[in-house]
């Protein structure tokens, strides 16, 4: 299986002109990428798919996000939240187009984009609606209810409320706890890589470096940036170059040929790196992005998005008939100063997104992505003074082609404080849908049997009596 490409630049540089490796190079690089081609032509056909995963790390305020507008709610909501309410007139109107749950939805003002997605309107009005949102959505071992919560002899997440423990939990969707880290992203591509992908690249793609979601028993990230692979930019004209001497120097110690064993292994397996991270930037680089580049914003999620979506347009390219990418957008962790800075940072992200998600569009590969956010936790109804703390459960988007757009799925909690869905502390919600079933459905659609669930979702036993969520048509 594909490992991890290193993120040490010096490790994926090219040779350049006048070197003497730079014919053994281009020979190897250039049966590859036919290899690649031909196994793509014959055993592809058009049967791709892609999940890809924004991490808003830190712990959204979502529940400012997603508002209750209709009377009932909206008083529940501002009751709740005090000072830090958003004004009823302010908030953009969503209307759910099919059943839903009955109740109306408003947007945080700085999510025009977001709105047009949900509602299939501006830029979305051919396609129809693309977003819905997952209500109370978090981490559960099994289900769970408030008694059962506070009995204290209840299977419950490990370190609840912590970050570093409940953003690794959302990857790895075993919140009690694993004797071998791994993600749930990484354990389908242990199950599917092998028979469904024929390529020299890894079917987790990272665009945020190292992460837990993606890495399996077998499987490790393969790490790119916004210009492509793990490549150097630069003078590559002569040996009197930096660049050139350097890459000298690199590709002597990678041609080499070591008495010792780890040696040699060593300089074979990043060799091999370093040919599958030019293979993947020869594709990555053929891509025409005049069609879509002028639609993103200069900001780096917006970029990083881009980059996604060329990802997705070369899979085929590079055999990859299944692939995940992984994004991280981090800054959520408002305990200050959450009115005015959420509010540029949801402004960037409901930007970034529909640009994204327009891109697929152009590019005719909507009907066959499918993208969701994920965040650490949600965080407290109650007012801090300026912000608000860390809680439990909260709202996520969910969006794509594949998707029954125009939703909020789920159940939306009772915000009332201290009320049925509160564990306490000043409005901590208690999840009502677990990520286990949100990842299942998922996981489904991209392939993964009934069989082989539970190695992908350890856990999705104990949620067997739970109902399917819906999300996808």
Known sequence: MPKRISRRKFLGEASCAGIGSLSVLTSLLNLKLANQAAAANLSIGGDCKTIVCILLAGGIDSFNFLVRRDVDGYAQYSGARTDLALGSETLLPINQSGVGDGNLYGLHPSCSGLADMFNGTGPFASSGSRLSFISNIGTLVQPTTLTQYQSGNFPLPKSLFSHIDQITQWQTSVPQGLSELSGWAGRMADVLHSDLNTGATSMSISLAGNNVFQIGKDTLQFSITEDGALLPSGPAAGLGSTEARKNFAVDGLLGGTYNNMVQDAFATHVSNSHDSQAAF??????????????????????????????????????????????????????????????????????DAISAYQQALEILGVADDVISYTASDFGRTLRSNGRGTDHAWGGNQMVWGGPIDGGNVFGAFPDLSLNGPDDVGFGGRMLPTTSVDKFFEEMSLWFGVSSADMNMVLPNIGNFSTEPTIGFIS
């Open 281 to 350: 930037n020869a594709v990555y680089q053929s891509i025409d992005d005049s069609a879509i580049a002028p639609l993103f914003p200069s900001t780096g999620i917006a970029q990083e998005l881009l980059a996604a979506a060329k990802t997705i347009k070369a899979r085929e390219q590079l055999g990859l008939r299944r692939s995940t990418i992984f994004i991280q957008r981090g800054g959520w962790d408002h305990h200050g100063e959450l009115l005015v800075t959420q509010a540029a940072m949801l402004e960037e992200l409901s």
